[in-house]
């Protein structure tokens, strides 16, 4: 079966401007999370999808990060304006909920210059 | 909420030897603990899980232990080989919902 697909692999930007990632789960898969990487460290959870609707987004800087599964399927992840704390991998996963695996894609990397 | 500590930070083995990583939790309620393995430019990768019914798992040359008084859990890796290089993660995930919370991660270098 395919993978989570993540798009851009590579995003350089300045601060204070704006980046949006998008995020293809496996197919099927009705849960899907974002999480932040930030280097040396091990992956943070920003939100949890259940299908179209928000799980858990208590870790997710809302003035600034915001995310959206309008249906369903696919996602996107925007941060506005970005600070250079925010240079980071963010990570998709997917799973089928409840307590199986979470899959994840290769992420982006994102440098705030 | 849930505190996941990983030890050690590096680790350097020979090949052919043994590799251990142990992780000790928090929530006494967490119940499901996987372990994922990382390469350089890509996403975790899982390679083992074990849930708090089970004291022991095993996969070929990968096995997981847990140990639900003590609060710890280990990964295993027997006949170490250089592609076995990478990040390692544990992470556990509470009695309700479905988020993960990770450790900081190991470096383990198979040096041939």
């Known amino acids: 079966e395919a993978g989570v697909a993540q798009s851009p692999r590579y995003k350089i930007i300045e601060k204070r401007q704006s980046v949006a990632f998008w995020c293809n789960p496996i197919?099927?898969?009705?849960?899907l999370y974002w999480y932040q990487q930030i280097l040396g460290q091990g992956p943070k959870l920003l939100i949890q999808f259940q299908n179209n609707g928000v799980v858990d987004d208590s870790q997710l800087p809302k003035d600034r990060f915001s995310a959206e599964r309008l249906k369903g399927v696919d996602s996107t992840l925007k941060i506005q304006p970005a600070k250079l704390e925010d240079s980071a991998v963010y990570l998709c996963?997917?799973?089928?909920?409840?307590?199986?695996?979470?899959?994840f894609g290769d992420g982006t990397r994102l440098s705030i210059l | 909420g849930e505190n996941v500590e990983q030890h050690p930070s590096t680790l350097s083995v020979q090949e052919g030897d043994s590799a251990v990583i142990k992780c000790t939790y928090s929530d006494s309620a967490s119940n499901y603990f996987p372990w994922y393995k990382q390469e350089l430019g890509k996403g975790p990768q899982l390679i083992i899980d074990i849930r708090s019914n089970v004291g022991e798992k095993k996969d070929q040359r990968i096995a997981v232990t847990l140990n639900k008084t003590a609060k710890h859990f280990s990964l295993h890796i027997t006949e170490t080989q250089p592609e076995d290089s990478a990040v390692y993660f544990c992470a556990a995930k509470p009695e309700y919902g479905n988020k993960l919370v990770f450790g900081a991660g190991t470096i383990l270098r198979v040096k041939s």
């Open positions: 996963a997917s799973s089928l909920g409840g307590q199986q695996p979470q899959h």
């Open positions: 197919s099927g898969h009705a849960t």
